[in-house]
């Protein structure tokens, strides 16, 4: 019998089509079952392309496949989502949701990932780790001084942890120590940030505000004081300066009476600003490195008189929250910006039918 070897190319084709086949295994459902877990479902049960959200602040989860180098995660991630029903587009004309240009994530990206996750600090260790107040930390976060990361598995309320990476931390603290003087002896007339801001009667982030924006003259730092706590400034000069920085409301005062979440908040600014008309009013000082964000007044008065949510009607008709949302449904109302995109229902006052909470 006649037998003749294949070629060199015949072997590189054979080896070609053996690479664009994909072979299921066990994890392959595993990570299917998982991937379904993220994903919200409709009325019928189907599931959609849009991620489970687990708290008000619009908290979605994700799923890490940790395996060494060539073990094929990149092909399960890809084929996984690729050959997902809710990941289909519609019409065939469409792009998928899923290209391959996004896979993988670069190695060196993905080691600072893993770099951040054993950096971080827990936000309730953030006052003693930076030296301040609580609710100075607060401010921090809802100004954009600080950016929160979440982990871990939602608590009794929903709640995820949040942490802070220590880098970013040392950028902030070190910014402001830059804009102090180190001293040895103490001078007269000086305090701290915190009682500064309470004499000028504004919050301790807008002393920051000020010290970063390059506002105040008089910043010193004590020789061995470290973190916030640690620089002290003259509190007449603040209450000169603070009209500087507090034109417009801060985010707290414009979100918080509709008990709208900052991080939600931000949200409605950064992705739904045409729809919202929420305008952010930009400062800058004599160091114009420092950005600080405020919120027209004007605009936010618009929004609050046009836009709603379920947390805000529950407090104004003295409902539970459940009830709120149960009504809504039956009326047939449908918000105008859903949770499913920033973590939050707002429906417009006008589209909510009269009696509807009578």
């Known amino acids: 019998m006649c037998t003749v070897s294949p070629t060199k190319n015949e072997k590189l084709a054979a080896v070609d089509r053996l690479r664009d086949k994909y072979i299921l295994t066990p994890r392959d459902v595993q990570f299917r079952s998982y991937l ?80 951040r996750v054993k ?120 209450k000169r300066q603070k009209e500087c920085v507090t034109v417009g409301l801060s985010s707290m005062e414009a979100f918080s009476p509709l008990k709208i979440a900052k991080e939600v908040g931000w949200r409605l600014v950064d992705q739904h600003q045409a729809i919202t008309g929420l305008t952010v009013v930009k400062i800058f000082g004599p160091d114009r490195s420092h950005k600080i964000q405020r919120f027209d007044t004007d605009s936010v008065t618009h929004f609050r008189a046009t836009f709603t949510t379920p947390a805000h009607l529950a407090e104004k008709h003295d409902l539970q929250i459940g009830e709120v949302v149960r009504r809504l449904k039956r009326s047939g109302a449908r918000p105008a910006i859903s949770k499913a995109e920033i973590g939050m229902d707002f429906y417009r006052v006008n589209d909510l039918k009269g009696g509807i909470f009578l």
């Not at 489970?52 to 094929?72: H, M, N, Q, W």
């Not at 100004?143 to 309320?157: A, N, Q, V």
């Open 119 to 238: 950096r971080m600090v827990h936000v309730i260790a953030l006052p003693e780790f930076m030296n301040c107040t609580r609710p100075l930390v607060d401010h921090l976060f809802a100004d954009r001084l600080l950016t929160p990361i979440y982990y871990g598995r939602p608590g009794i309320k929903g709640r995820t942890q949040k942490s802070v990476d220590q880098a970013e931390i040392a950028m902030l603290v070190g910014k402001l120590h830059a804009k102090a003087a180190l001293i040895d002896v103490l001078p007269a007339g000086v305090v701290s940030i915190s009682k500064a801001a309470e004499k000028a009667k504004v919050p301790a982030v807008t002393v920051v505000h000020l010290i970063l924006g390059g506002f105040l003259d008089c910043v010193v730092r004590l020789a061995g004081q470290e973190g916030i706590g640690a620089l002290l400034v003259d509190p007449e000069e603040v």
């Open 36 to 115: 379904d877990r993220l994903l919200q479902r409709d009325s019928q049960g189907n599931l959609i392309p849009a991620p489970r959200l687990y708290t008000k602040d619009g908290d979605a989860r994700g799923i890490a496949v940790v395996e060494p180098a060539g073990g094929g995660k990149t092909s399960l991630v890809y084929h996984g989502l690729k050959t997902h029903p809710a990941l289909q587009p519609r019409d065939a004309a469409h792009q998928p949701w899923v290209a391959r240009s996004h896979f993988p994530i670069p190695v060196d990206q993905g080691r600072e990932v893993a770099g």
